[in-house]
């Protein structure tokens, strides 16, 4: 102990001259400790050889024997042999039974009969097993255990065991209760989840599986809620789409939508859209098209003006009612719900107007604005306003009611613009330099047939297929200032009828003619009879214009008294001249009667003298 203790203390000294030594020699070097690498790679390569022959040597046992933690149909087969192996898997099939537990506790018992059961336990069928194991990969499946399931050692036979399973889902399934999957529901401003409930609904072919696997693996116990066998539900409440789909909808529903429709502002209130929303099969977000369509219906009601009656301040100072037709407001519901979906997936605010399927002129006052087209039917004009100003007016020629081209009235749109168009109907075709419909075939045109515009005409014979026939300089103006949508403003106004110049024209020559008749004579015939035709060719409104038809039938009537008293006076005549005759033939034949009666008596007096 003494020697030891004296080395140690050599050692020491022999040391501390050593590092000064080193200290005088490499003055600014840290001193480093030794590591002896030599030793550190011996350790390491036994440990290795060890771990080595380890490997190696189980790699060589699990050529003959089932890896550890392993299962064969169920039964465990962990390091063991062939033949241990089918001992054990002999002993778990021996008197095989299925108890199966459902929900409510209930418990059924299968025997190996009733699942059709077929065991053929061989060292030859086990060895094939073991023949397709690979030894080395013993660490692997150390901490993955194998489950080997063979149907060719345990199986079902497929008709015994449909048979079975579906008598048993049959019993099970009276007064099942469904499966739901977890959704979503709107509540106090935020959507909120709502838990799945597991039903007791049996699926076929998904609860066969899982006898028939059961069986296989020889398990004698098969509990329905735990292991499954009911419908499960496929979206719950830890859902990543459940989670994924309230974050999305609380977005959508925090969005304002804002609608801004001339000068008045409409947001849409947060439970109302709440009230669209939901989660769809797939737990993506959706909406209630129905609801949302309400919504938008109701949104029309409240702002749309098409087809709606108009007010409209008359060129004739009287405010005026124009019916229904195709103009104005009107919202494109399907246009306006895709919109709205647009706007709540983006998640940001929004101000905006509708989606129009029809546009006006003005949101506010009047929808049509001050500029549009002005036509009384009644009084057959048309007035071009713009600004609030008539630019121009003009007499027109509408459709001819008598033959059912009434032209209706109502607050259109102008649909399009075409010069040099053609008009096509069943008996003709009719070339006019400027057109502009306004309802369907109906519209606005040149008409160089017309002889007059305004009036009757219309009515009387010379009226359209239903359009507004114009003056052609006039279509031309009314064509450089209208394009499509252009308000056409059609109405009646009992009281401002009007005369066409044509007409009036005819009348007045009529008039003339009756009183170029003067004093009625016996020579006055001829200017009566032409006063009269001229009377007769005009219309019916043009007969109402003639202030002196009094006149003429007076003429008449004073011409035929003056015909009367020639025709009395030429047949007193007649008659005196014809009994003077008479009187004369008498007289003759009187004397010719004496005469002969004188020469008889002479005769007769001779007679006697002889």
Not at 149 to 171: I, P, Q, Y
Request: glycine share 8%.
């Amino acid at each position: 102990m003494f020697f030891k203790k004296k080395q140690d203390v050599t050692s020491v000294e022999e040391t501390e001259s050593t590092m000064e030594a080193a200290q005088n020699t490499a003055p600014e070097q840290n001193p480093k400790r030794n590591i002896n690498w030599k030793k550190i790679g011996i350790i390491a390569g036994s440990v290795a050889a060890v771990c080595l022959v380890v490997f190696v040597g189980f790699g060589i046992y699990f050529q003959s024997h089932f890896y550890f933690r392993s299962t064969i149909n169920g039964t465990k087969t962990s390091g063991v042999n062939v033949s241990t192996a089918k001992d054990r898997l002999s002993a778990s099939a021996k008197g095989y039974e299925l108890k199966i537990t459902d929900k409510k506790k209930n418990i059924k018992t299968l025997t190996a009969d009733d699942l059709g059961i077929e065991i053929d336990i061989t060292d030859k069928k086990l060895q094939n097993i073991m023949d397709k194991q690979n030894g080395f990969m013993w660490v692997y499946y150390l901490f993955n255990p194998k489950e080997y399931v063979d149907d060719a050692l345990v199986s079902c036979d497929e008709d015994t065991l449909n048979k079975t399973v579906f008598g048993l889902c049959m019993e099970l399934s009276q007064n099942a209760t469904p499966t739901v999957n977890a959704n979503v529901k709107y509540n106090k401003g935020e959507f909120q989840v709502v838990d799945e409930i597991y039903g007791t609904e049996i699926v076929f072919d998904d609860f066969r599986n899982i006898v028939e696997k059961t069986a296989q693996t020889l398990d004698k116990n098969l509990d329905m809620t735990a292991d499954k066998c009911y419908k499960q539900p496929e979206y719950t409440a830890d859902s990543k789409e459940i989670k994924s789909l309230i974050k999305s909808l609380n977005s959508y529903v925090n969005t304002k939508i804002t609608y801004t429709v001339g000068n008045e502002k409409e947001e849409i209130p947060k439970d109302t859209i709440g009230s669209w929303l939901m989660g769809n099969d797939d737990m993506k977000p959706g909406f209630n098209d129905e609801l949302m369509g309400e919504f938008v219906s109701a949104m029309g009601k409240k702002y749309n003006t098409y087809g709606q009656p108009k007010t409209l301040n008359s060129q004739y100072g009287v405010t005026v009612t124009v019916p229904g037709g195709n103009y104005g407001w009107k919202i494109d519901k399907d246009k306006e719900i895709a919109q709205l979906k647009e706007d709540l997936a983006k998640g940001k605010d929004v101000s905006r107007d509708f989606v129009y399927q029809y546009t006006a002129a003005s949101r506010d006052g009047n929808d049509y604005g001050n500029t549009y087209v002005e036509i009384n039917y009644t009084a057959q004009m048309v007035y071009l306003i713009v600004n609030g100003s008539c630019v121009m007016s003009t007499p027109c020629v509408t459709g001819n009611p008598n033959n059912g081209h009434y032209t209706p009235c109502g607050a259109y749109r102008i649909t399009y613009c075409e010069k040099d168009a053609i008009l096509k109907g069943d008996n003709y075709r009719t070339h006019v330099s400027y057109w502009m419909p306004f309802n369907g075939d109906i519209g606005l045109h040149d008409a160089i047939w017309q002889k007059s515009f305004g009036g009757q005409r219309y009515r009387e014979g010379f009226g359209s297929h239903g359009c507004v026939n114009l003056p052609l300089s006039a279509a031309g103006t009314i064509f450089a200032n209208v394009k499509a949508g252009y308000p056409v403003l059609l109405y009646e106004l009992p009281g401002t009828e009007t005369i066409d110049t044509l007409t009036q024209q005819n009348a007045n020559n009529c008039i003339d003619a009756i009183n170029s008749i003067g004093e009625v004579t016996a020579d006055s015939g001829q200017p009566i009879a032409d006063a009269r035709a001229m009377y007769e060719e005009l219309t019916d409104s043009g007969k109402g214009l003639v202030t002196n038809i009094q006149v003429l039938i007076d003429a008449e009537n004073a011409y035929n008294n003056i015909l009367a008293q020639i025709a009395q006076q030429q047949a007193a005549a007649q008659q005196a001249a014809q009994q003077a005759a008479e009187e004369a033939a008498r007289q003759q034949a009187q004397q010719q009667s004496q005469q002969q009666s004188e020469s008889i008596k002479n005769q007769i007096s001779q007679q006697l003298g002889q």
